[in-house]
Structure formats: structure tokens, C-alpha cells
């Protein structure tokens, strides 16, 4: 059965999740199309017809129109649904300036260490190192910024929220302990309670299977 | 003579070039709070007062409100000027993505090699090659997508020119070629002609001097 929205992911892409779990959340009906990035003739023949930045997530909608950059894609859904939006436009602009913090800062040293030591195996670095002391700067500061607060922006859940939840659930060890980061920790759970949630696995097709 | 706007920021610093040019360009009066990023005390001290976040550039209102992320400065001068904004709902949504594209993949590894071998003189390791590899691959979605076309989005400048143009002046050797990407080279040309732009040096005081 085809969905109404297709979304071009892969499972162990959190970009992707922020999505998959957006279009749950809002209670869209769309389905999943698996794009193999560890498969370089699956990913260029999609930079060559589906996204030129060559990233996944990216939204199909029904009339064909192609979007991508999981903000964007947070952005539009949130409009079209109605839901995860802020409540004024001052409020607007912090959504917009944690999801720009997401996407340079949060969501990246975090990802690529969890790629490379979680997914890959790789050995330690002066490379992985610089990563992880971005990571823990960057969970630092989101740290810091949840202490009494039960969301990023507001008193309600927003799309701030669900981009910078992309990487909290996914559990392969890439040597950066988040377990000291408490406040980070009790947002998880929040976020894991809204109806419609569910972990990026249960939600997306997988490159890479355990044996 | 004090400013309308006050914008915390430093020469070095590309992320503050993208609002300065832009309060260039929009003819705002505005004047530059040089904060010392290289002082450690003065970095805390803006990090405990000023930003969170603890990254220039951040904005004060006149009504004494701050904003940061280059990107929602950008957002909030281009509503405010009514200029550099987009044509339509869809072209929005496009000027957003290569937005969040600069955030997360244009500017963070260039901004991250010049600073380390360009500003800091630091040798070549896994950690620089890694960069540099992403700096490429960045390079050339962009210039791919500049073939044809003569701004970012639509026919217009918009505030995405504006956020990609950031490193764009910078002439700091990062051993990372960007001669051969002629449709950037030719774009950043047509940026330099907007009415009212400078260079970062010229607008921004430096925190370290040439000797």
C-alpha cells in the first residue's frame, strides 16, 4: 500500500528519524523508501535523480515535489499538520535557532563518532577525539539549557525537540557516555511518551543487520 | 556613536560576517562588540551573560532582546528590511535548506581548516584530511548547483547567498583550492558587487593581527 508521502531513509540514519519519527508523530501516512548509502552506485544514481546535496531524509509529496534537510522537512510537516509549531513568531525564531544548533553542533560530532566507532569499528584518533570533544561541549550546552524545562522552546513539544531527539535512542556504542547528562536524559523520555512515537528501527529499513 | 543594533562578533569569525554583511546590505545602523574568543575568561564571561551557546555573532535588539545562529539573524533582518527574503512559500522552504546545508556541511569543515592551518599554523593529520574531504564534497554540490544560475535560490540574492558567502573573502591559506570551482568563484564576484558590501575586515575588529 502506497503512503501518501514517500520518504527516501535508511534506519541508522538519525536525519532520517527526525523525519520518520515527524511524519508518526503527526499521524501522516507515508512509507519508507530504502536507499542503501553503503552501496556508492545505490547513492549516486539518488544524488543523480532524487537530491543533489545526496543526503537522506528526503520527503516525497504526493504531487511529486521533493524536499530535504530534516528541518526543512520538520518545518513543512509542521505547518501542514497543524502540530509540534511554536506558539509566536519570538518563539519562531528559537525553534529555528536550536534547529540550526542541532544541525551543526549537536547532531554531528555525536553521529559521525557513533558511524565510525559504533557502526565501523574504528580505532581511536586524533580524529575521533576532536569529535568527541565537540560532542560533549555541544550535550554540555543542551544539558545546561533543560534544566527546568520539560521542552527546548516552550511549554509544549516542538520540531526543536524532535530534530534534536534524531540520535538519542539509537544504541551502539561510540565511547561518548551520555548517561551523565541527566537533564538530557529525562527529555528522552518525554519525547518517548508522545503518542505515535516509536524507535527509529521499528519505524525504517536497515543497511546494516546484526548478525 | 551607538548603534541601533549591537552585534557581538570578530573579524575571524565567518559566522559574524554573514550578519554584518547582511546588516551592510540591508543599511542597517548597527555598530560591532568585539568579544575575545581567544581569551578564555572573556569567553565564559559571554557565554554566562550573553549566548548560551556560547558563538558569536549574537544580535541585541534595541529593546535589549539577543538572538544568535547567523541563520535567524539572517531570517529576522530580511523580515524586518523586508530584503534578501524569498518569492514564495516554496522558495522559502528552499532558501532554508541551503541554510541548514551551509550550517551543517558548507561552512563547518572549510571555517574548521582555516582555522586550524590558516589562523593556527596547525600540521596536517587524519583530523585535516577528514576536513578537507568534506570540504570538497561541499564545494561541489554547490558549485554544481551554481552551473546556470546566478544566485542560490530563484533570481534574486536571498539570505542564503548571503550565510554562503561567509568564508567566502577570507584569503588565509587552508591549503583547500577553491580556484577550481569557477561557478562559486564567479557567484562570490556577484555578491562582492551588492551595494553596501565589505570585506569582514573591514567590518569586524580582528583579534589577531598580522605582524
Known sequence: MMGKYRL???GESGNSYKATLMLN???ADWSPVFVDFFDEPSRSAFRQTTNEMGELP????????????????????SREAGMY?????????EV??????????????????????????????????????????????VDAHLAGREYIVGASPTIA??????????????????????????W?????????WKHPYDLMPRAI???
Chains 1, 2 share one sequence.
Open 96 to 141: 529555528l535557532r536550536w534547529l540550526l544548533f542541532d544541525n551543526h553542533r549537536f547532531t554531528p560530532p555525536f553521529a559521525t563518532l557513533r558511524f565510525m566507532i559504533g557502526l565501523r569499528g574504528a580505532d581511536e584518533s586524533v580524529l575521533t577525539a576532536h569529535l568527541r570533544a565537540q560532542a560533549q561541549a555541544a550535550y554540555e550546552i
Open 85 to 93: 509549531s511554536a506558539a509566536s513568531q519570538m518563539e519562531q525564531d
Open 209 to 211: 543487520r546484526e548478525e
Open 161 to 186: 525537540d524532535i530534530s534534536m531527539a534524531g540520535y538519542l535512542y539509537y544504541e551502539e556504542d561510540a565511547r561518548f557516555d551520555r548517561k551523565g547528562f541527566l537533564n538530557i536524559a529525562r
Open 8 to 10: 527516501f531513509c535508511r
Open 58 to 77: 528526503t520527503l516525497e509529496l504526493p504531487d511529486g515535489r521533493l524536499i530535504s534537510q530534516s528541518g526543512v522537512i520538520l518545518s513543512f510537516l
Open 25 to 27: 508523530l503527526v499521524g
Open 188 to 196: 528522552a523520555d518525554r519525547i518517548k511518551r508522545l503518542p505515535g
